[in-house]
């Protein structure tokens, strides 16, 4: 970990119905400076983003409510938080997931078990825009 990440983003709000993965990917935000809220569901995702204000959402797309496509729709169309950098953790790794996720805003597109290394990396274009959205 580094303090890089956590000026690159100092807010994070990890998404996961699983609590193996959203608690590992909060600790190491949390390690790297980070100030961390979790969500298991979409709909405390929403109502997080909106008090929380997160520069980074760490987004599962297959959520018990409702799906990680369908939270990212919703907070794309949410004034305050239409500029969050929300990247998919994700099992579904098909194109036709990659293409839905472009649709709807998501910025990148991860296929679990993503390491924190390959997490970090990706995160470290997001201030300089040379993250490979959706590669």
Not at 100 to 120: E, R, Y
């Amino acid at each position: 970990m580094t303090a890089a990440l956590a000026n690159l983003c100092r807010r994070v709000l990890v998404v996961d119905d699983h609590d193996h993965c959203r608690e590992l990917f909060a600790v190491l935000a949390a390690d790297a400076g980070c100030e961390v809220r979790e969500a298991r569901t979409g709909g405390e995702a929403l109502a997080a983003a909106v008090q929380f204000l997160p520069d980074v959402v760490l987004l599962d797309i297959g959520l018990p409510d409702m799906s990680g496509y369908a939270v990212a729709r919703a907070l794309r169309s949410d004034p305050a938080c239409a500029d969050v950098f929300i990247a998919a953790l994700t099992g579904h790794g098909m194109s036709s997931d990659r293409q839905q996720a472009a649709g709807v805003g998501i910025d990148m597109f991860l296929v679990k078990p993503v390491g924190w290394s390959t997490l970090h990396a990706a995160l470290s274009g997001v201030r300089s825009g040379k993250s490979t959205a959706l590669a």
